[in-house]
């Protein structure tokens, strides 16, 4: 089984401040196969990436995703209100399919 | 629109057995893979279960053997039955849209169906 590692575990900013969020993979991500998701409080999770770096449908340019093999990155170049939320990287590339523990992007 | 509408959830002593359903709505559901996919009080996402749009199944280690995903086309439905279930099978269960092609990952969410195991 992979295990997800993410990074921080709490990040606390401001609106308008570049978020950046870390998933580390126990073992090389099958074809890259990495995605991200947002959950907001009593809401059922978004896909926000797939492919490592592949927007979803309605997703805004904001959110981008990098990263192969082990090392992924989720970046959110401006944050907007919305955008406080929790962040999981999820990978799909291998059985059993696994989460990361989540990233909190809280407002500072 | 795409809709997934989770439903059997409910309280369950431990030993017991459930099954939750997943009507779906808003697309072609023979063509997609489908998910379940829990999240336990205040905690992270665990996935649980997938089944293809071939009928090719896959589960999570702590479900194994004692979850059964299925799904019945002509009415747009995937069900996850549960039995021997444990205190620790609490959670929100949510069902999940997969795509048409490559690998099973949700794609869509419904808002889930909550089962609480407990004596």
């Known amino acids: 089984e992979i295990v997800l590692t993410q990074s921080p575990g709490t990040l606390s900013l401001s609106p308008g401040e570049r978020a950046t969020l870390s998933c580390r993979a126990s073992?090389?991500?099958?074809?890259?196969?990495l995605a991200w998701y947002q959950q907001k409080p009593g809401q059922a999770p978004r896909l926000l990436i797939y492919?490592?770096?592949s927007r979803a449908t309605g997703i805004p340019d904001r959110f981008s995703g990098s990263g192969s093999g082990t090392d992924f990155t989720l970046t959110i170049s401006r944050l907007e209100p919305e955008d406080f939320a929790v962040y999981y990287c999820?990978?799909?590339?291998?059985?059993?399919?696994?989460f990361g523990p989540g990233t909190t992007v809280d407002i500072k | 629109e795409v809709q997934l509408l989770e439903s059997g959830g409910g309280l369950v002593q431990p030993g017991g057995s459930l099954r939750l359903s997943c009507a779906a709505s808003?697309?072609?559901?023979?063509?997609?893979?489908m998910s379940w996919v829990r999240q336990a009080p205040g905690k992270g996402l665990e996935w649980v279960s997938g089944?293809?749009?071939?009928?090719?199944?896959y589960y999570g280690d702590s479900v194994k053997g004692r979850f059964t995903i299925s799904r019945d086309d002509s009415k747009n439905t995937v069900y996850l039955q549960m039995n021997s279930l444990r205190a620790e099978d609490t959670a929100l269960y949510y069902c999940?849209?997969?795509?048409?092609?490559?690998?099973?990952?949700?794609?869509?969410w419904g808002q889930g169906t909550p089962v609480t195991v407990s004596p």
């Open positions: 999820q990978q799909y590339g291998s059985s059993p399919r696994t």
């Open positions: 089944i293809g749009n071939d009928d090719s199944t």
């Open positions: 492919g490592a770096s």
């Open positions: 073992q090389s991500v099958s074809n890259n196969y």
């Open positions: 808003g697309f072609t559901f023979s063509s997609y893979a």
């Open positions: 999940a849209k997969g795509p048409a092609a490559g690998p099973n990952l949700p794609t869509y």
